[in-house]
C-alpha cells in the first residue's frame, strides 16, 4: 500500500527538552488515521510540523512521494489541510468572506466555488452566520468553519486535530459523514482526539504516541482482535502505562 | 523578575522614554516657573511689554494647553481586562480587581507627569507647600474628571464614528478656508482690547479655572469646604470608574449574527494589491484606533501647514516647522503601517505560513502594501513642497532631506515592527494593548522633531556639505533597509514565528 506519509528519525526538540526522538511513523494512503497519547506527548508538536508551522532539528519526512524540503514546501502545502486547536481563522473577516479567500488562495473555480461554500456552511449548520465576523462567533462554530475551510482547499491530506472538541453531536456526525466520503475519493486524514470513542468509531489505523516516540500502532486487524476483549480506552491505558494513583491520595477531597 | 526579562534594546528604549518624558517634565515646569515668575513685580518691571493682563493671559492660555494635552494624553488603556478577567475565574472579588486597576492607571508615567505639573504650578500659585492638601486635592479631582470625560468622550466616539468624523471633517473644511481671513481680521490687529475679554473666557475653562484657584482657596474656611467637596466628587467618581471597570470585567460576548458589510472593500483592497497586502490593510485602515490616528495625522498639516506657509518671511530661521508639519502626515502613517505590522493579524499568520505560498512573497507583499500610503505621501508632499516653498536655492535640500528622514524612521519602524511585537487589542480603545507600544510612539515624536531641525535648517555656505552627507546617509540606510528585506523571512521565523507557536 502507498504511503501517504512517511516519516523516519525525526528529531524535535524547543531548547533542551526534546519533544520528539527518532521519531519513526508511516500512514497508508486513503487511511483514516487516529493518533492518540497523553497530554504533552507532542502531537501538536507533529501536527504543526508536518503542516509547516514549525522547523524541525533533523530526520527526514516524506508526504506523498515527494520530501518535505524546501524545493517541495509549496507543492506539499497545496496537497494538505488542517484544522488546528484552537482553530487558526481569520478573526475579522465574515464567515462567506474567509471561505472566499482560502478559495482565492488555492485558485478554486470562480463558478462552482460558491456552491460549495453555501452547501458546506448549510451542511454544517453555519448558514445563518454566512454575514457575520467570525470574532462573533461560538468555538463549535468557529471549529466548524476551519474544518469548511479545509474541506474547501481540496486536499489530499488532511490533519485535524481535535476536531470535534465543542461541537454539538449532530455536527460530529456530519462531519464523520464528510470524513468517510473523502477517504472514498482517496484523501486521507489524520486525527489526533482525547475523545477515543469517536477514534475508535472512526479511524482505521491507529498510533499511540508516549514519550516521544510511537509505543503502538494498531492496525485494523490488530485492532479488530485486541477490541475483542477491551474498548481502546483500556488498551491505551495498558500502553501508556500511567501509574495508578494510590487509594488514598483523594482521601482529604 | 521585570528585569530579567528586558533586553538590551528594551533597556535602551526604556531610558529613552524615560529621558523624553524627564525632557518633558522639565519643559512643562521650567514654563510654570517661568510664567509664576514673570508677575513677581521687580522682574516684570524689566520687561517693557509685560502688563499684568498679559501676563495672566499668557498663564491661563498655558494652564489651558496643559490641561488640553493632558487630556488627550492620559493614558486609560492600562487595565489588560482581558488578562485580568482569569483572576475572577479563581474566585478574586470583582470590586477588588477594579478598585486597584483603576487606581493603576493613575500611576502611568505620562498620566503622573501631568499630574505632578499641576501639583507644582498649584503650589507656586499658593505661594506655600502649607497648602499641599488642597493642591493634591484639586489635582486629584482634575484627574479624576479627565477620566471619567474621556472614558465617555471614546465611548461616543466608538458608537458614532461616523458623525463624528463627518461633522470634523466639516469643521475643519470651513476652519482651514477661514484660516487666512481670520489671522488677518480685527481681532489681531487690535489684540491687545481683546485680552480682559479673552482673560474672562479663559479663566473659565477647565485649566483656567486650577489656574486660578489660589484667588478663592486662601482663607481656612474656604479650603476645609473645597477639601470636602473635592474628596465627595473625588470618591463618587473613582466609585463610578470601579463599576465601569467591574461591568467591563465581567462582559461575556455572545454569539451574533449580525451582517458585516465591508466585504467589498477588503475585496477591492486584495485585488488591487495582492490577498495579503489587501488583508493586512484591510486590518489596519479598519482598526478603530486607526481611523483616530488618521484623523490627527491629517489634522496637524491642514491647520498648521495654510497658516504656516502664509508667514514663511515672518518664520525666518523657524522655516524649517513648516517642513517639519509637512512630514507629519507619512511618518504618523510610516508609523501606524510599519510600526508593529505583525501585531494586528499575530495568530491568524500561522494560517498564512500554511498556504501555498512562499512566505518570504507573503511578507514582502505586506511590507511593500504597508508602504503604499506612506511613499504617497511622501511624493506628494515632496513635490506640493517645491511648489508652495518655492524655494529654488534649497530644492535639493529638502528632497534630500524629506528622503533621509523617510527611510531613517523607516529603519525604525522595522526595527521596531520586529523587536517591540506586540499582540494588537481589536477592541476600540480597549484600555489593554496599543496599536503602537507608548515608549516607541513618545521616543519617536522625540525624534522626529530632533531630526527635523538638524535635517532642514539651512547651514549657508555649508549646505553642499550637508547634501553630500545626507546622501551618504541615505546610501547607508538604503542599504540597512535592503538588509531588512532580503532577510526579512529569517527575520520572521526567529523573531515572530515562535510566539506566535507558544500562544497557540
Known sequence: MDQAIKISGLQKSYGNTAVLEDFELSVPSGNIFGLIGPNGAGKSTLIGILTGLLDYDGGQIVINGRELNEQNEQNIKRQIASVLQPPLLFEHFTSHDFLHYICDIYNIDMQDRQQKMDSMLEYLGLSEFKHAKINKLSAGSRKKLSFCAAILSQPKILFLDEPFESIDVISIGRMKTILNRLQ?????????????????????????????????????????????????????????EVEKPKNDVLKWL | MFRQSLTGTKIAVFIIYGLSLALIFSQIISTVYLIITLQNTQLSEMFKWYTPQRGRFILLVFANLLWLSQFFFTNIRLMKLKENRKLLTWGYPVRKLSQYLTLLTFLHPMNLLFNLSWLILLIFQFGSTYYLPIALGIMILNFSLIF?????????????????????????????????????????????????????????????????AHMVL??????????????????????????NTQQSLQILSSQSTANTKTGWFRSWLCSQTGNHAGKYLYYVITHPYNKIQALLFVVFPILYVPYMVSRMEELGTSKFLVLFFFMYAPMGFQLMFLGNMFGYEHRELLKSIQFPEGLEHQLRERFLGALIIPLTLLVIISGAEVIILMDVENMLSIVLGNILIFEAFLLIFLWSTFNQFVEVEWVSFSFTQPVISQSVAVTISLLMFLFSAIIYIPYGSYEEFKQIGMLVLIAISSFCIYQYIDNIEQLFTSKITPDLWTRL
Open chain 2, 148 to 212: 471619567s470625560a474621556k472614558f465617555r468622550v471614546l465611548t461616543v466616539i466608538k458608537n458614532y464614528q461616523k458623525w463624528l468624523l463627518a461633522l470634523f471633517l466639516t469643521v475643519l473644511v470651513v476652519a482651514s478656508a477661514m484660516v487666512e481671513s481670520l489671522f488677518s481680521s480685527t481681532l489681531f490687529t487690535h489684540f491687545e482690547s481683546y485680552i480682559p475679554q479673552l482673560n474672562k473666557i479663559l479663566v473659565v475653562l477647565p485649566g483656567g479655572l486650577i489656574a486660578s
Open chain 1, 184 to 240: 472514498e475519493k482517496g484523501v486521507t486524514t489524520i486525527i489526533t482526539s482525547h475523545i477515543l470513542e469517536i477514534v475508535e468509531n472512526l479511524c482505521d489505523d491507529i498510533a499511540i504516541l508516549h514519550n516521544q516516540k510511537i509505543i503502538a500502532y494498531l492496525d485494523s486487524e490488530t485492532r479488530k482482535e485486541l477490541q475483542k476483549d477491551s474498548s481502546l480506552s483500556e488498551i491505551f491505558e495498558s500502553y501508556v
Open chain 2, 218 to 243: 486662601k482663607p481656612l474656611l474656604a479650603q476645609i469646604m473645597a477639601l470636602f467637596f473635592c474628596g465627595a466628587v473625588i470618591l463618587l467618581l473613582h466609585r463610578d470608574h470601579t463599576f
